[in-house]
């Protein structure tokens, strides 16, 4: 994943003139960048001392060491008054805009503006959350944000260095709490495991026990064939009853348009039965599991907390669940 700041570029080593600018500055206390300005554009010690409340041997010294730094005079005594040297007459100008430029660059950014500005987040979660979640803040971002880019994928998540590469993963708290201390977390929505029926399929009851379900031709969520089942009931806990799916896919969807056009069932979190039974000639039937439940969270890894707009995402997220069915 690239966010809008970053990118794939390999990293290289400074070229030779950059090495020799460092050199350089580390020779130099930049502090007296500010004392030279005003140098140049007072041509006086005393006033110079006056502007930023020094001493005036403070002032002497300071130009001492950038006589050093520099290798020229800068001020030079003419009669009463200080002349500058030909070489500080070409600084000023450079080094107005330096100061200006430093001064932007240190300057602490102010709050991130989502009608302004321009951030692309990515968001790593099962296709189920996408369909729930990306009409709802695509909708808000087109009111609110019209330059932020949301892109949901799917990658594999083990630990808090995973999350780095990505903005935000959305998936149940019991794997989520797997992925270490580095991580921060916000609860979104509550759901639970249901089995969908064809609504054709009359032969399905409202209600079936483990048995019944196990003695059905099924259909069952598989996110990879590298998932141990101890994570796969982590990120779906009905998962121990689907011994023998006759079809796994690792799309909560497709298990959708599998039931509706076919004898089989299939066990989804309720939000999704009931968004697919809109789309799809499909029936809700309950499960008589006691392990069904589900939290679902967003995570995030806090080396990236500082990126530019995230906390503002954190309450986007909360307010697009607010508006969810």
Not at 17 to 36: F, H, I, T, W, Y
Not at 156 to 164: E, G, I, Q, S, V
């Amino acid at each position: 994943m690239a966010t809008m700041a970053e990118t794939n570029e390999p990293m290289t080593a400074p070229m030779t003139g950059e090495r020799e600018l460092a050199a350089r500055l580390r020779k130099v206390n930049l502090d007296l960048l500010p004392v030279l300005h005003e140098l140049l554009r007072t041509r006086s010690v005393t006033r110079t001392a006056q502007s930023f409340n020094m001493t005036q041997p403070a002032v002497s010294r300071a130009l001492r060491q950038l006589r050093g730094a520099l290798d020229d005079q800068i001020l030079v005594s003419s009669g009463r008054n200080a002349r500058l040297t030909d070489r500080a007459e070409t600084l000023a100008g450079p080094l107005a805009r330096t100061l200006g430029e430093l001064d932007l660059l240190l300057t602490p950014a102010g709050p991130f503006d989502p009608a302004t500005e321009a951030v692309h987040f990515v968001i790593n979660t099962a296709d189920y959350v996408a369909q729930l979640l990306a009409p709802v803040l695509t909708g808000i971002c087109a009111r609110e944000a019209p330059h932020v880019v949301l892109e949901f994928t799917w990658l594999p998540t083990r630990n808090a260095d995973d999350l780095t590469v990505v903005d935000f993963m959305i998936g149940p708290r019991a794997f989520g709490q797997t992925l270490g201390k580095r991580i921060g977390s916000l609860p979104l929505w509550r759901d639970e495991m249901v089995c969908v029926a064809s609504a054709a399929n009359r032969a399905v009851p409202a209600r079936l026990t483990p048995a019944q379900f196990q003695a059905m031709r099924y259909v069952a969520f598989r996110r990879g064939l590298r998932m141990s089942q101890d994570v796969q009931t982590l990120v779906q806990p009905t998962s121990p009853l689907e011994i023998a799916p006759v079809c796994t896919v690792p799309n909560f969807l497709v298990l959708g348009a599998i039931v509706a056009q076919s004898d089989c069932v299939a066990l989804v979190p309720r939000k999704v039965a009931r968004a697919l039974a809109r789309a799809e000639r499909l029936r809700i039937v309950e499960i008589a599991y006691p392990r069904k439940q589900l939290h679902i969270d967003a995570y995030w890894s806090l080396a990236t907390n500082g990126r530019r707009g995230r906390a503002w995402f954190r309450e986007l997220l909360a307010r697009a669940v607010a508006e969810l069915p």
